[in-house]
């Protein structure tokens, strides 16, 4: 029985939590970046061939306020951009287009934190809520190499905007007792948009979405650091 109550106090200690006090505020950024490279040729005699690549970045900056021990509330702001551009060529024409898309976004967040006993590591769960909205641009030059003269130009632009709620999860890592750098992993989100097409400058489609959505890729993961400033962790 002493041993029984022994192993069972050794083990309350080693799962005990640390607290970041309430009245702490933080600061700090998160980013993620994504590139993609692509070649496909037709076999045997590779009469059609094609070439596609890709860089994008998304950030955010948060800035929130603990109401309770490990409970933070705050207000954040993002903006992210991508461009693409493609090479496609057949046996009798030539095709180049590039594309460009930006998007910014504000809104609220809360977290819960869970801190190990030394508060040097912890875990924290995440639900944000933001409205977004940005702007495409594309061009594709189309030639041919039978008739020189027909070349053809089309450009398109794109307006969007709409409501997400995510919920993330994430793991930070206080590397002092002010500085704290995360990796957040994960998101189920809701989203509520709405795309606007334009071609050669006329109004085209109109496009409605909505829905729940999990995405556990490697285009959820952001890197960040926060700065923690008003008290310490207990």
Same mark, same amino acid.
């Given at each position: 029985? @002493? ?28 980013? @993620? ?21 890709? !860089? ?38 030539? *095709? ?11 809104? !609220?967040?809360? *977290? ?6 030394? =508060? ?70 809701? =989203? ?26 490697? *285009? ?15």
């Amino acid at each position: 029985m @002493k041993n029984s109550l022994i192993l069972a106090s050794l083990f309350c200690l080693s799962v005990s939590y640390g607290q970041i006090k309430s009245g702490n505020v933080f600061f700090g950024p998160s980013i @993620k970046f994504s590139t993609n490279d692509q070649s496909n040729e037709s076999l045997p005699n590779n009469q059609n061939q094609s070439k596609n690549s890709s !860089v994008g970045f998304d950030s955010y900056l948060r800035a929130g306020y603990f109401l309770k021990d490990n409970f933070v509330v705050g207000l954040m702001g993002g903006y992210g951009a991508s461009s693409a551009k493609y090479e496609q060529k057949g046996i009798d024409y030539t *095709r180049n287009g590039k594309d460009y898309s930006n998007s910014t976004s504000f809104g !609220v967040f809360t *977290r819960l934190y869970k801190l190990t006993n030394q =508060n040097k590591l912890g875990v924290f769960g995440q639900l944000t809520a933001t409205y977004g909205f940005g702007k495409s641009n594309s061009t594709s030059i189309s030639e041919s190499s039978i008739y020189p003269s027909m070349t053809n130009k089309w450009t398109g632009e794109g307006d969007q905007w709409g409501l997400n709620v995510g919920l993330q999860t994430g793991l930070v890592y206080f590397i002092t007792e002010k500085i704290g750098i995360e990796m957040s992993f994960g998101n189920l989100y809701y =989203n509520n948009s709405t795309n606007q097409s334009y071609s050669n400058g006329v109004k085209t489609i109109k496009t409605k979405s909505s829905g729940l959505n999990l995405d556990l890729g490697l *285009r959820s993961l952001y890197l960040g650091f926060n700065i923690y400033f008003g008290g310490k962790k207990a």
